[in-house]
Each structure stands twice: as C-alpha cells, then as structure tokens.
C-alpha cells in the first residue's frame, strides 16, 4: 500500500485547477484499490452558481473526483513512473446513484476498486463518502490512451 500527495498527483493525472479533484491518495494497492481524498472548500469555483443560497457540490463533479482516483489506480498499475502524456477516457457509468448532499467543509473520501480489465477497458466499482456516510456510488469503465 502506498499514498500519494498533491506533487505526485499531479505528475499522473493531466487534470490542473479547477479541475483537479483529488488532493491526496491514502492508499493504494496497485491492480486493486484506491482510498483519496478531495476537501470541499467554499473556495470551490462551482458553488457561486451551484447554488448562491445554499452551496452543494454537483454529482458530476462527485463523480469525476470519482474517476480521477480511478485514473490515479490505473497508472499506478500499469507502470510506477508518471507518463505525461497519458490520459484516461470515460467508456461507461453505470448504476450512478447520489445519496446525500456534498457541502463546503466536507472531507469527501473517494474509493475505487478495479472489478475488471479487458482488451483495455478497465471497469471499476466506486463511492464516496462523508464522515463515514456513502453519498455516491457508481461502477464506472475508462480506456487509457
């Protein structure tokens, strides 16, 4: 099991402000799963219009952060030196559920698990959660190029 911080995950993932979801990986077991973490602040760019009165973090981006950490465990198990050039693609989401409202102040954890990867499409089981409490899940696929 590893962990990665901020330096290291950005000389995986090409994502940069504002788009870059994960702050820092926990652990990591090449070929298996990914615990990271993304701190919701007030400062995020989303919440001035999402929404001005009572500020929530949209799905999508809950299942982007998703996503990025599943990239972050894709790389981390095809080869342990970063490769500026790749990039992993959205295939597929499925089973997408939202549970709980995501807030400023939250620690939100992001897990990953790889289920599968065939002819280069990976299939992962992902959720997030929030002091304990799942508030997404979703199985997701992406190809790397």
């Known amino acids: 099991m590893s962990s990665m911080d901020i ?22 077991e090449p070929g298996k799963s990914i615990v990271a973490l993304k701190n919701v602040s007030m400062n995020e760019p989303f919440f001035p219009g999402h929404f001005p009165k009572h500020p929530v973090m949209p799905g999508v981006l809950i299942l982007e952060a998703l996503a990025q950490a599943a990239a972050l465990l894709s790389f981390k198990t095809v080869a342990d030196a970063p490769n500026g050039d790749a990039v992993v693609y959205f295939a597929g989401i499925d089973a997408a559920r939202f549970k709980k409202p995501v807030m400023p102040g939250d620690q939100l954890m992001l897990h990953a698990e790889i289920l599968r990867n065939l002819k280069g499409i ?11 409490q799942r508030v997404a899940e979703a199985e997701m696929m992406a190809t790397l190029r």
Do not use: Q
Not at 8 to 17: K, N, Q, T, V
Not at 122 to 132: F, I
């Open 7 to 28: 330096n290291e995950i950005m000389a995986y993932l090409p994502h940069r402000f504002p788009f870059l979801l994960v702050d820092r990986v926990i652990s990591l």
């Open 122 to 132: 990976w299939k992962y089981a992902t959720y997030a959660e929030v002091d304990g």
